[in-house]
């Protein structure tokens, strides 16, 4: 092997498509695909939309 500076390109091999990344998720709460991450909780089967998650939180204050 020479060394050398191999060429290093500074183009992205892949090109953002839109604005953000856009990932579809299902909650395992109301099973409603969602786009938005924000306000969920939990990972896999027991992730939760916002609105789950809201729902859990109001539940749970009610039970005290
Ligand atoms: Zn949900």
Known sequence: ???GINSQHTDAPWKPRG???SVTWRCG????NRTSTA???GAGV???CST????AEAKKAGMG
């Open 29 to 32: 709460g109301c099973h409603q």
């Open 39 to 41: 306000g969920s909780k």
């Open 52 to 55: 789950c998650v809201a729902a």
């Open 19 to 21: 604005l953000g990344h």
């Open 46 to 48: 027991k992730k939760r």
């Open 1 to 3: 092997m020479s060394s």
